[in-house]
Nanobody, 122 residues
Framework: QAQLVESGGGLVHPGGSLRLSCVAS????????VGWFRQARGTEREEVSC????????NYADSVKGRFTISRDNAKNTIYLQMNSLKPEDTAVYFC???????????????WGQGTQVTVSS
């Protein structure tokens, strides 16, 4: 059964850091473009970052540029989101997703994870 499983969320103070992981199973992640999304309570899901296959480009939402870094380890079938200088407005459930071609979008992805909660609060 193909699936994505996120981990690494939690409660952190403003200015702190977290690293999210997303492990794929049941399909070869190396052939997929992958991305991170987030959804705060009462809002729509939004794209945070996306990265292509090996050597592919990366992109970030303006709100996280310079603070978040997406990476992947195809040997481990895993993608990461390093989040630094966290702000209260980063509080959301974070999801990973995979797509066979272009970056996954909210309405188009081959696989979604179940999400991991990130709370930034003092």
């Amino acid at each position: 059964q193909a699936q994505l499983v996120e981990s690494g969320g939690g409660l952190v103070h403003p200015g702190g850091s977290l690293r999210l992981s997303c492990v794929a199973s049941g399909f070869p992640l190396e052939y997929y473009t992958v991305g991170w999304f987030r959804q705060a309570r009462g809002t729509e899901r939004e794209e945070v970052s996306c990265t292509g296959r090996v050597g592919g480009s990366t992109n970030y939402a303006d709100s996280v540029k310079g603070r978040f870094t997406i990476s992947r380890d195809n040997a481990k079938n895993t993608i990461y989101l390093q989040m630094n200088s966290l702000k209260p407005e980063d509080t959301a459930v974070y999801f990973c997703a995979a797509s066979v071609s272009a970056c996954p979008t909210v309405t188009q992805a081959a696989f979604w994870g179940q999400g991991t909660q990130v709370t930034v609060s003092s």
